[in-house]
């Protein structure tokens, strides 16, 4: 089953503008949300994130918003740049002990593209 | 270079061939994961040591697979008697113990697996 579901496999925006790519997830045990980048031939980088008890998270271009009720999360970048086409891929982890810290599922990854 | 480092890049086997991959991990980070990335798909858990202990193994990782982190430094991920559907990129991320960590999980640039 698919715990964390990106269903836009893929997002063109022009340069300049908003792109917001979204999240679902289903597991209620989830309290700790990431987006994550990926460039072809890399492997993923850690982009942003955010805790369950928050609803906002910003880093300069990137923001991180999250609705507990609707298990969604979407992440914003503005103003949208070239440099910013990679998949990003949502993930999140269930609960606070010890063992689960890195134990993340992902979802399936959008594809964005910035055009000039 | 300082980051995470798998070696090889790519590995072509025939079926039925053991295959062994390396990964080194940032230095100071004591837990290390292995992670597999199939075609359209995000990256799906499969291990993690902290430093020489494999603490947590998901159930994709069959009797085929065995990892080891023998001095809490490197690790290795064996799969025997390959098969097809092993075929995919095979990550390695490296992070600092918790709390410290939190998720931000490092990422190599991955091992690509394709058995024919």
């Known amino acids: 089953d698919q715990q964390v579901k990106q269903n836009s496999p893929s997002l063109s925006v022009q340069e300049g503008r908003i792109s917001i790519l979204n999240c679902d997830y289903t597991?209620?045990?989830?309290?700790?949300f990431l987006w994550y980048k990926k460039y072809p031939a890399e492997g993923p980088t850690f982009l942003i994130s955010i805790s369950s008890i928050k609803d906002k998270n910003e880093d300069g271009r990137f923001t991180v918003f999250l609705n507990k009720s609707a298990k969604h999360l979407s992440l914003h970048i503005v103003p949208s740049q070239p440099g910013d086409s990679a998949v990003y891929f949502c993930a999140a982890r269930a609960g606070a002990g010890g063992t689960s810290y890195g134990k993340l599922t992902f979802g399936q990854g959008t594809i964005l593209t910035v055009h000039p | 270079d300082t980051g995470v480092s798998q070696d090889p890049r790519h590995k072509i086997t025939k079926r039925g061939q053991n295959v062994t991959f390396r990964c080194d991990p940032i230095s100071e980070h004591n837990r290390l994961y292995w992670y597999r990335q199939t075609l359209g798909q995000g990256p799906e858990f499969l291990t993690y040591f902290q430093n020489e202990a494999q603490l947590e193994k998901s159930r994709l990782l069959s009797d085929r697979f065995s990892a080891e982190r023998p001095k809490g430094s490197f690790s290795t991920l064996e799969i025997q008697r390959t098969e097809q559907g092993d075929s995919a990129m095979y990550l390695c991320?490296?992070?600092?113990?918790?709390?410290?960590?939190?998720?931000?999980?490092?990422f190599g640039s991955g091992t690509q697996l394709s058995v024919l």
């Open positions: 991320a490296s992070s600092l113990k918790p709390p410290r960590a939190h998720e931000k999980l490092f």
């Open positions: 597991n209620s045990m989830f309290d700790y």
